[in-house]
Every structure is written in structure tokens, then in C-alpha cells.
């Protein structure tokens, strides 16, 4: 079964989705992104899904319970990229996934977790340890 | 009326040697008719082809739908798509080929003498005419109902612009009333441009929306789901006093959506928002 890679950068994971969603694939994500979260200590996610055509109510709702298991474990998740038509195609459907924050472009996402959370952008040296110090280590 | 082979073919034979004759008593006749707004010169020419095509087709065969009636079937459609985008009524352009009967019976009258058999050739004749003419009425209809179909696509894509207003700032001024195909259209190029721009904002300006029903608030409210679900905020502006009362009277719910009277106070609004954010990461990088 193919696996959605999730990278670490800075204090942000991210994961981009570039295969067909599958219900497997999508479980899978839930599971390998907490187990990340907890290893890693990031205080961020975000999902790209850019490259999906297709975000069914399944995947919808496994992003919602990714955004609230992430919340759990003191992390913020960011879903961004979602193409116009997947928007149209959820609001027809009704589907306005409750719960989870969205940015355009993985830029505004990683600046919008750095508004809420105080994170620095991983490439703001200057106040990573300032970072370092109020960040209270993961469960 | 089919006509029998021995017809056809002393029709044929007629048309040919009616010749100029009968195409200057043609040109005559539709040019009375069209009173002046084609040239004699450029109407002569038309028809003078369109005789030859009737020729054609009469000496191959009586038939106007099948294969031998194909060139003649192409002039006609010619005909009546140009007089459609030129404006000429229905009538007028049907009557441009119904008008071949009366040259055709002056010929007659000078030449055949008017026994039975020339009486009888001319009613069949006068029957295939007429469902020429009846093929360019079709023609002409079917021209023009093309000509709408464009005129309404180039009006929905001119009636739906999505301006920048400031930097991450785009707005959508809504003209005319907002109905399903609109809404869609509208929804679809907000939705691209926030993406190609990477605005988080967006303003629904709709001073321009002369009533809102609840099927118009569902559309914007729609609007404004699908971008939010992308990550963009929607402020709806331009809100008229009249159509704040039907709003609040239809007991349409806005929500959590930010609704501002005009365009300038929805601008505001968002510099507000984004200077604020500016300043909570200035605060923070300032430490």
C-alpha cells in the first residue's frame, strides 16, 4: 500500500498528498502523523492536498479527525491548496468540514500557524531559541 | 409534392434559359422587399448563384433532402445565417426565395402559353420552392437562435470581473440579477483568482444586485463556504438599506460573515484585519 510521506520542517510537519486518497491511505495518514507528532514534537501540520481532484466525505472527515487528534497532542493543523472545485464539490455536498483551519498556499499556512502559535518560520533563526524555551515539550 | 422526372427536367431546362431574364425579374422582386438595404449589384450576384443551385439541383433530381439537393441545401443555409446576423427579418429572408415563383411565372406567361400541363408544372414547381423556402426559415431560426446563445456566454463572461483592490485584496462587483449560472460562473473565477493571486481576501461587492432572494443569499453564502474552505475570508459589501430589510424580513442568516455597507468600509475592514496581523508578528519579531 502506498504511504503519504510527512516531513519535518522546523517546527512544522508537512505532509503533501500527491496519490489518490484512498480510505487506507487516509487511516494510515491519521496513524503515522500522530505517531510523527509525538516523536517529533512539532507544534504544527500542515496538509497540502494541491494535488487532489477528488476529496470525498471520508477524507473529509479524516481530515477533521486528523485537525482534532493534532489538537490533542498540542499541534494546529492547517489544511491548504484545496483546488477551487473540491471547494465547490464539498459546499454542494454540504460537507464544511467544522474544525479545520485552511490557508491558500502552504506559505500562508505555515504564516498563519506562526500567528496563532508564535512559532517562528523555520528559516527565523533569530528567535529560535526564544521559540525554544516557551514551547512546552509534547505529551 | 414530388415532382416526376419529365418536370424536373423542363424546369431545369426553363431556369436555363430564363437566364439573365430571370434573374434580373428575381432580383426585382426581393429587392422591393428588402427596400434598399442590400445593393441590386450584391443582390443580383446572390441570387444569380442561388439559380444555378436550383438548376443543379432540379436537373439531378426532384429530391430537396437527399444528396442532390446537398449544394442547394448549403446555398440556402448560407443565405439565411448571413441575412440573420445582418438583421433582416424572417420574412424577408424567406421571401428572398419564395420570390423565384412569380419571375418564374412571368417567364411563363411569356413563353409557354398556358395550357394545362404548364399550370400543372407550376404548382409542382411552386411546391419545391416552397420547401426551400421553408428550409431557410428553419435555417434562419436556427442562425439566429446561435447568435443568442453567444451573446448570452459573452454577457455572462463580461458581466463578471474579479478586480485586485490592494495587495491580498480582491473583490467581486456583482452587476445584474445573480441567478444559478451566474452564481456558478461567478463562484468558479472568485474561487481561481484567490488562488492564483494567494489573497486571503475576498470582497462580494453586491450594490450592483437590484433584489436578493434566498436563492441569491444562497448562492453568496455558497460563494463564501467554498472559500473559506480554501482559506480565504469573504466580506460581503454594498448591502442597500431596502436590501437589508428584505433580508432581515426573509430571515436570511449571514452568520459568522462579515457584512459592511459599502465597498471603502469592507476595504477598510480588511486593512484593519491585516494590519493587526502585521503588528502581532511585528510584536513578536520585536521582542
Known sequence: MERVPVLKIGDILLVSIQI??????????????????????????????????????????????????????????????????????LVELGLSLPGIRTALNVELGMELLALERDFDLPDDDDEADEAGATVVAAP | M???????????????????????????AVATSLRGRLSHAE????????????????A??????????????????????????????????????????????????QGEGADSTALRDYVAFS???????????????????ELISDQAEQLLELSTPVVKLWEGVVAVPLVGTLDSARAQVVMERLL???????????????TGVPAVD???????????????????????????PQIAQTIVALGIEFGDIATKSSLADALRHVLRLTDAKAARRGARRGV
Open chain 2, 43 to 58: 443582390l443580383h450576384r446572390q441570387l444569380a448563384e442561388l439559380q444555378k443551385g436550383f438548376q443543379a439541383a432540379l
Open chain 1, 20 to 89: 489518490d486518497m484512498e480510505d487506507q491511505v487516509a487511516l494510515q495518514l491519521q496513524e503515522d502523523l500522530a505517531d510523527r507528532i509525538v516523536a517529533t514534537g512539532c507544534h504544527g501540520v500542515i496538509i497540502d492536498i494541491s494535488a487532489l481532484d477528488i476529496v470525498d466525505s471520508f477524507v473529509g472527515r479524516t481530515l477533521a479527525t486528523i485537525a482534532a487528534v493534532s489538537r490533542v497532542l498540542d499541534a494546529e493543523t492547517v489544511v491548504v491548496g484545496m483546488r477551487p472545485a473540491v471547494a465547490i464539490t
Open chain 2, 2 to 28: 414530388a415532382l416526376s422526372t419529365d418536370e424536373v427536367g423542363r424546369f431545369a431546362g426553363l431556369l436555363e434559359r430564363g437566364g439573365d431574364t430571370l434573374t434580373a425579374a428575381w432580383t426585382e
Open chain 2, 127 to 145: 411546391g419545391f420552392v416552397d420547401r426551400a423556402g421553408l428550409f431557410t426559415f428553419d435555417s434562419y431560426v436556427r442562425a439566429r437562435e
Open chain 2, 214 to 240: 434566498t436563492q441569491v443569499a444562497q448562492h453568496i453564502l455558497k460563494t463564501v463556504v467554498a472559500a473559506r474552505l480554501m482559506g480565504a475570508d469573504c466580506i460581503i459589501s454594498g448591502i442597500r
Open chain 2, 60 to 109: 439531378e433530381g426532384s429530391d430537396l433532402d437527399g444528396d442532390a439537393g446537398a449544394e442547394l441545401r448549403a446555398q440556402l443555409n448560407e443565405l439565411s445565417s448571413t441575412r440573420a446576423r445582418q438583421g433582416f427579418t424572417a420574412t424577408e429572408t424567406a421571401v428572398s426565395v419564395f420570390a423565384l415563383k412569380d419571375a418564374v411565372l412571368a417567364i411563363l406567361d
Open chain 2, 192 to 206: 481561481q483568482t484567490l488562488v492564483d493571486t494567494g489573497s486571503p481576501y475576498a470582497i462580494i461587492d453586491i
